[in-house]
């Protein structure tokens, strides 16, 4: 028997409680005895009359429990979550978590403290929602040198550029639709600003190139800066706009480069066609080439269907802990992303004689007498920037 | 140090040998230890010098040596395959192997003896090549009740209908370029006959619910039933037409039904979009919804990069074997894929008006005076046909 407690009873902590009753009799097959739910931790009533006997409001009950050796922590944000993680860790607790905020931040950290103490802390539902994927590459892509790994890692961006793409909306207009319907938050920051990307690839580059990559090295471009000309244009193009999370790995240097920005992608590139609150990411391996992961990436069931495979992996996984890990990283061992060469967007504010006399190679995807919007060749950024300065630049996307 | 032993030197197990040289850094580090090619059994010569060195052609000099602790089996078949496969685990060595007929007919059995043994038989690269699909469904999807699993699980037939689609080709000159450009063998018949697909959508099928299915218990229905005319009217609705593999478990009786088959799928479904060689396997679980797994389904070093994955993985768990396993199945575990209820594409000859006058709200595709192109409504597979009767049908295939 294994007894587990959730820390935080929001979306992802009722949905995994749900889980967990739901498909008891799969999960006690799958972890090879029965798995049952002993506290839930919250400063809030549980109303739920199936969860409302677990609740505990101190964490301490659960923390001093011997029974109790799994924690499934949903609480999120990087306070007291990663006290109570830390907590449960030092004491001897498999800990898993949806939580990209705290992985990406104090991963490094809390791995440590479970390899030392010989338990395991499992985080698979932190990028993707229910997509897997860090298992998979952690384990199948394993004979692999992995080189680039990127995808569309944020629904919210996702629905909203969806939106603007097949509406014509603008950013506002989008956005106010995905608040109305329930797909953003009151504030959307976090989302459209692309700081919920951000942390995911960085926890995908922690894991796929094994050294931490902070999220407070880089700043992330969110799609405010998409406008519905660009939308346009690229539609006109066979493009589709994707906020994109890349991490790439520098073969002689072995440094990495992270960023989080849109991009036109090719309508070859599936990709494109991942539409709406869905996700897709994308790793290429010396070998294999490239393999996409696809589903939805966040949402109450999904996401804690990830959280309890990873308390079911913890009970197959008692003695002989998960082999994940990854070093501490310092900007050293990164490249900016600016020295990566693409090909590139660009909307200036000149008709197409004026972009066609000063890049006559430049493919036009559309435009008016005020502005165009082309494609120009394969160049890092400051070699694109020194292209077009003699344009007033009003976008700017790589093309993938 | 973990040395190793290949058994046949031909595409895969060629490609097997270059993952482990070109990669053997990132190798050593993934599985703890070094891992060391010994000997290549093929009774054929080998020439290229980077291998020769490994070569005999006796097995049981790698079978005898207890220094050989995994053997990769990329021989391909269920004859001599079988034979060596078994001897390997009775001798209590680890096999991995790309070979799909021989897991699909044989797995439960091998699985039985390598349990009883407590060492490991894995075969993530017998589906879907190099794409991680095996391992994710058995760990990152434990916590879901799978309820389906189809895909587009070979390449070479996906080929031919990408053909077909794009060009307006007929289905003898989509293989013969498909013959030409080494896409698909002189005798094509595994391939366009939806055999290795059957094979493929059973080892899923045993994986995903628990017992084996047999390929022997059903007829796969491969491309050859697919006209250019189909391909047209499909376009024309948006859809295009897929050979796709199935498998779904009844919730209420536990049982499942297993199939392959030419399906028009809409293009809101991601399948639509994987072209060319490409494979995509959709797996929907209660809780997680629909997830989707994307690559190269085929290939010398996407698939190698499989097997030596699963080298890792047994160098990983050298004594607690991985838990992966299926119980016996028979026909009572089972039920007819005809009773599965779908909509579905018809092409019948009679011209539109008789097909609207016998099915009034039948949505008309394509057609001209001597033939229509349809989509009927849901329906089981005896029901359509009854609807069908007063018609002569030239094509019937599901719509998903």
Redesign the interface.
Known sequence: MFKVAILGFGVVGS?TGE?LL??SE??TH?A?DEVELKYIVDIRDIDDPRFAKYAVKDFSVALNDPEVTIIAETIGGAGVAYEYTKAALLAGKHVVTSNKELVAKHGVELLEIALKNNINYLF?ASVGG???IL??IQ???????ITEVYGILNGTTNYILTAMSEKGASFEDALAEAQKNGYAEANPSADVDGIDALRKICILSDLCFGKNFSPDLVQPIGIRPVSEYDTKYANQGGYKIKLLGRAVSDEATDKVAVYVAPHLVSSDN?LA??TGVMNGIVVR????????????GA?K??T??????D???CC?HT??RK?IMWARGSVEDTFPSANIASRWYARVASPEGTVKKYIPDAEILGGDVSQTGFIADEKTKPEVERQLEPFEVLSLFRVI
């Open positions: 949905g889980v739901m498909n799969k999960i799958e090879g698979e229910g997509i897997p298992r998979p384990q199948c892509l394993s004979a692999n040198r599936l066609s991942v391996g010396n070998a294999l080439g490239d393999v996409m992961f696809y589903g939805a949402g069931m999904p804690a269907s990830a959280v309890v495979a308390i079911i992996d197959r003695k002989n082999r």
